[in-house]
């Protein structure tokens, strides 16, 4: 696995962060030393897909960068015809993720597509998984994109959120700030490092706090919205289409 060190040296003007080329070769290690609990959260999904997934039916992978969760719930998922639908806007990503994906699933059971989320067609969908992806949409397109999803779920069907929070609270705000800094710090990445990061995912990655997600979710109409997991400021909820 390739190293990530791509805000080590001083940029002098940092750029709004994207999934690039060089982001793409360092992307496993990045998220592992970035997201507190990455690992156990695309462990839990494929043991959640396989409580939810149907026959006949569909998993969409949403902003599967290189495949991880579609990887996980492979694995894990025992049900007839079923068939993994991968998408990512960047092609440094799908490039990637269909190669990997190749050496480990028949090739009919599954597609990669370069495409914005917010423009497939999502039909027969048994599980969908946003996997850290929904915060990277615009603030006011997020709505939409839970109502398509909720649109193409089967009944009892379900989604798979993951996203970084943000805390209504200052004091909760800071202190979880200031431990997921302490997580990167002991992952090895300096104070520039952090720092340069942080400015490029200002206006990029735009957190929500998890009264908004629940709130939206219901909005959308799921009816069982549940927490399964939270490691500092970084968690997964699970909403599931009545
Ligand atoms: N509008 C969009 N349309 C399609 N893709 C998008 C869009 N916006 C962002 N992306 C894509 O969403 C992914 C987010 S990373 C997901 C990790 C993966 N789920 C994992 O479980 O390893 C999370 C992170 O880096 O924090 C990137 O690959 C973007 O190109
Ligand atoms: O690094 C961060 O602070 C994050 O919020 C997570 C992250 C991980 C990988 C790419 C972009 C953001």
Redesign the pocket.
Same mark, same amino acid.
């Given at each position: 696995m390739q190293r990530d060190s791509i805000y080590a040296l001083p940029q002098g003007q940092v750029v709004d962060?994207a =999934?690039n080329e060089a982001?793409a070769d360092v992307?496993p290690d990045?998220?592992r030393r970035?997201?507190p609990g990455y690992e156990t959260i695309i462990a839990l999904l494929g043991v959640i897909a396989r409580r939810y997934a149907q026959p006949h039916s569909r998993i969409y992978d949403l902003g599967c960068s290189l495949g991880a969760s579609t990887l996980s719930m492979a694995a894990q998922v025992r049900v007839e015809d079923l068939s993994f639908v991968c998408v990512d806007n960047s092609a440094a990503m799908t490039r990637r993720c269909e190669q990997i994906l190749q050496r480990h699933l028949p090739s009919g059971q599954f597609q990669v597509e370069c495409a914005d989320i917010q423009a497939i067609a999502l039909n027969n969908a048994s599980v969908v998984v946003l996997n =850290?992806t929904l915060q990277f949409l615009k603030p006011d397109e997020r709505l939409a994109m839970l109502r398509h999803i909720y649109e193409g779920l089967l009944p009892g069907g379900v989604l798979i959120l993951s996203e970084?929070l943000q805390f209504a609270d200052a004091a909760e705000q800071a202190l979880l700030t200031d431990i997921?800094l302490e997580f990167?710090r002991a992952n090895g990445y300096s104070e520039l490092e952090i720092s340069q990061?942080?400015s490029a995912?200002d206006h990029v990655?735009i957190p929500d706090t998890f009264a908004q997600h629940v709130e939206r979710l219901e909005a959308a109409g799921f009816t069982q919205v549940v927490n399964w997991f939270q490691g500092l400021n970084?968690a997964s909820l699970l909403a599931v289409k009545a």
């Open positions: 962060f =999934f982001v992307f990045m998220i970035s997201v =850290f970084k997921h990167k990061k942080r995912l990655l970084f």
